[in-house]
């Protein structure tokens, strides 16, 4: 073990302990401590005199020309935000349309049958909701139709033209087998445009089907909306045709456009947008190309385009339009910042690039090691080394200790915990009511256990056993609380909203449902005892927060649903045991787990301690990859 020098802070000796690396005792002389004022005040002094003027207009330059990339980075980032936000709208309606087709065309489905077929396309708008109709129609008349209307899905009974044309499609598109993506049309009822991808269906010994999913693009023009507000550009998108399939100005638009077979979609010209104009324009226009997109320029505005393909036979067209005056604008604030600071970049420039370069290395040293420290790697978090400049070292000292005491502390407190705190903040710790879900465990039999094996066997046990629950835990977001024994309590849905913190309860019970049943299929093989495990799981109302004193608190829930959990636990000695493991869950907590989870109903209980019966579920035995 390394010795310290007298000046190494306090904790050093804990740090050696944990393997940090610790400056070893000199007889030297101790070297003078500089001053980073001194060194800088002298050394910008005698560098301003070897100074040249180039570096001026080197530094201008290239200022320039990073600012030049830097705009049309910002022009490549745009296109691409708005063609990955298109396609993250349109591309699921496509797989929910392949995905339809193979249900209804798989067999398991009777297309004869339009209650189960209506079914089939509830579920799927269900799971999509930005999806706005699903239709199924086949050659022998049968039409089915489901809409979205104010986030559920209904069936409708009446009919319109759209549905007849979806008739049609079933005889089009008979012999296709890849989706269709139809012209996009507008919808006057919902004042906006509509596009849809239809999908044959076909399935032995039936008439010709499709079916045909839609999905309206208000939700892109509101999209525009706020994109323009934050890159100062008014963004669009375009059918080959030369119609607007979305515009911040929609809305506006959309009160006094009215379809026709010519103009199924609002013009160019129905929108006050400069960039519409320079588009339709030919005189005064400069057009060329710039990287990935094209783009057309006159005095006072510039419009950049790119195409869009995968939705339809000819591509669709996304833009953005911005006003010379504001792409100038960075250029003017060089100019004056040339202007203004030609003495200072001179000093500044060169003392930064001779003197920086020195003190850059030690403060890089420490930049990188809080940089480690914010995701509280410490096992990657190293030492820093001594400096020459006072307080350099002093804090070289200082960052030391504190990552001893780190190492220390973190044994202590859940590292996944710590983290979220520090993401959410401060204000999260204050006690408040949550909804939660809270989950305890307990090995069946322990004391007898314990009993057959040494100390050192027995904590070894508990670590190895303790690290499989909380890595199933942590996996699905959970927060591991305390361990208890020779059990854990655990929670979700706090520091951090979770809308499916029961699922993901569930989902970690299921996958330490499966580590029980390997690491007891492990113990078999090696012809050691295998172990039972106990789950209790609840959800409700809890109190959440830093609950203890002013010399040591807790962040911990507390309240009824934490004793009912704990409860049911109890609850499962009175249950059969099967694969080493028994989970009883309230029928709450299954209710909001979702239909992926089945339960075995073990009836109403009267648990210890709590006024009233509850319903206790036994989780069935699921792989993790089903409810994953």
Known sequence: MAETTKNWPVGADAAAARGVEVPKKTTRRPRMKMSIGVALVGGVALLVLLSV????????????????????????????????????????????????????????????????????????????????????????GTLIRVVNQAGAARVVEETNLADEQVVRLAYDLATETKPHWLPPRWVRPLAQPVIGVAMPVVKSGADPGVVVVTIALGAIAEYLETLASVSKASAFVLTDAGHVLAHQDLVQVAREFRASERRPLPPLTAFDDPGFALLAANDDVDEFSAGSFQARENADFLVLTRALPGYGPRPFKIGLTFRIEDINEPFKRLVKMAIVGFVILIVAVIAGLKLGNR????????????????????????????????????????????????????????????????????????????????????????????EQMSAIDTAAFLNRHFEMLSNRIEAEGGTVDKYLGDGVMAFWGAPDDMDDHAARALRAAAAIQDGMARENAA??????????????????????????????????????????????????????MHGGCVVLCSAETLKQGGEKFQGESIGMRQLKGRLGALGVFRLLQTEPDAVG
């Open 53 to 140: 003027g180039g570096v001026l207009a080197v530094s201008l330059s290239g200022a320039a020309g990073n600012t030049i990339s830097l705009l049309r980075d910002k022009a490549d980032i745009t296109l691409e935000l708005l063609d990955s936000r298109l396609r993250s709208q349109l591309d699921p309606v496509e797989s929910s349309a392949l995905q339809l087709a193979e249900w209804l065309g798989d067999g398991t489905v009777d297309l004869a049958d339009d209650g189960q077929v209506a079914t089939i396309l509830t579920g799927a708008l269900s799971a999509l909701p930005q999806a706005t109709g699903a239709t199924f129609a086949s050659t022998d």
């Open 359 to 450: 003190l850059t290395w030690q403060i890089r040293n420490l930049t990188d090691a809080a940089e480690r420290l914010r995701s509280l790697d410490l096992n990657e978090a190293q030492g820093v080394p001594d400096s020459r400049f006072r307080e350099l070292s002093t804090a070289a000292h200082a960052f030391n200790a504190m990552i001893a005491a780190l190492r220390v502390f973190e044994t202590y407190v859940p590292k996944s915990l710590v983290l979220r705190l520090m993401q959410v903040g401060e204000a999260a710790t204050a006690s408040q009511e949550r909804q939660v879900t809270v989950m305890f465990t307990d090995i069946v039999g322990f004391s007898a256990l314990a």
């Open 523 to 576: 113990a078999i093989a090696r012809g050691d005892p295998t172990v039972a495990v106990r789950i209790g799981i609840h959800s409700g109302t809890v109190l959440v927060g830093n609950i203890g004193s002013q010399s040591r608190t807790n962040y911990t829930v507390v309240g009824d649903t934490v004793n009912a959990a704990s409860r049911l636990e109890e609850l499962g000695r009175d249950v059969e």
